[in-house]
């Protein structure tokens, strides 16, 4: 599918995980890429499989902090330079951050947690919109789109450590309300809440391991990278054109789940048997056990 041919894309943390599966695909889509990381050598290896697919030219690197306004202006900057203009800036770029009890955090860490988490969204929103506020030739307002990845974890309890959890809910906070101001100007704001995901930043090489965590949603594969890059690259094109201030949950139903309390799947009591519960009316409730009949 060619449907963002010409465009000119952004991906903040394109050098591994998610990123990088998006990278391959606004490539195979048609898109010019600027993959920015702080990691050279995984950046490296990222252009060698663009490259190895045969997208060696429409691809380039910068190591980019995302916590630093200069590096945030300097990748917008490249991708004018080296391609032109700007039409999609991805801004998924992460780490674990902080982690322990809220007394064993220390500021240094939490300060860190939300300067690469959520200081580098505001700052690749500003620059990326200044980029994108730019007329075309004719003096139309060109827009684009600013995607972001933001987490379950930062809408309900338990998803991850406080500081990632609080600084993904900010950033759900920055898609909704940049997303108001840039409207008028034909530019989309929207985010991605991946439920777990097998990439190195859960896994660290040993994907093997960490099964549990891989298989707590419902829907029964596990969460591979290109589960994000396939809704990523609808997300930036303009069949998505009517969708802007939405983060859109990806999480094979992790989130649908809910609270539990009745237990998870097969274990649910709520699906052991089957009927009505009249209340305190002083009407019978009327069960049907669907284990027995099964047995039958
Ligand atoms: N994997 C999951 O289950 C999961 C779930 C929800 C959200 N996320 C989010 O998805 C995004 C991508 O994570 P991933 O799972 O693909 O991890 P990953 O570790 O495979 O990739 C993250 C990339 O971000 C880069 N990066 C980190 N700090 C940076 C900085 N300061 N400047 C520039 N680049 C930097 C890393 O070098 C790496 O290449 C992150 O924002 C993460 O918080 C991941």
Redesign the pocket.
């Given at each position: 599918m060619n449907r963002l041919a010409g465009k000119v894309a952004i991906v903040?943390?394109?050098?591994?995980?998610?990123?990088?599966a998006t990278v391959m695909r606004f490539l195979a889509d048609g898109a010019k890429v600027v993959v920015?990381?702080?990691?050279e050598t995984?950046g490296a290896e990222t252009l060698a499989v663009a490259k190895a697919n045969g997208h060696g030219d429409r691809v380039a690197f910068i190591r980019?902090?995302?916590?630093k306004e200069a590096?945030m202006a300097a990748t917008v900057a490249l991708a004018e330079s080296r391609f032109g203009t700007l039409d999609i800036a991805y801004l998924?770029?992460?780490?674990g951050g902080a982690f322990g009890p809220i007394a064993e955090t220390s500021v240094e860490d939490w300060d860190y947690t939300f300067a690469?988490?959520t200081r580098?969204v505001f700052l690749g929103m500003k620059h990326a919109s200044l980029a994108m506020k730019k007329h075309g030739p004719n003096g139309e307002k060109r827009g684009g789109v600013i995607l972001v990845?933001?987490?379950?974890?930062g809408m309900v309890g338990g998803g991850g450590s406080h500081a990632?959890s609080a600084a993904?809910a900010g950033v759900i906070s920055l898609i909704e309300n940049v997303a108001a101001e840039l409207g008028p100007d034909r530019i989309r704001v929207v985010g991605i809440?991946?439920?777990?995901?097998?990439?190195?930043?859960?896994h660290r090489g040993r994907p093997d391991k960490y099964e549990k965590q891989f298989s707590q949603q419902p829907w029964p594969d596990r969460?591979e990278?290109d589960v994000i890059a396939d809704v990523a690259s609808f997300l930036v094109s303009d069949e998505a054109r009517f969708i802007t201030g939405e983060t859109v949950k990806v999480d094979g139903g992790l989130l649908a789940q809910g609270v539990a309390l009745w237990g998870t799947g097969a274990d649910n009591a709520f699906m052991k048997s089957a009927g009505v519960n009249r209340g305190t009316t002083g009407e019978a409730m009327v069960v049907r056990n669907l284990q027995q009949s099964e047995k039958k």
């Open positions: 903040t943390g394109g050098a591994s995980g998610m990123g990088r920015a990381d702080l990691n995984n980019c902090d995302v916590a590096d998924n770029a992460g780490v690469v988490l580098s990845t933001a987490s379950i974890a990632y993904k809440a991946p439920g777990v995901i097998s990439t190195p930043l859960v969460g990278p």
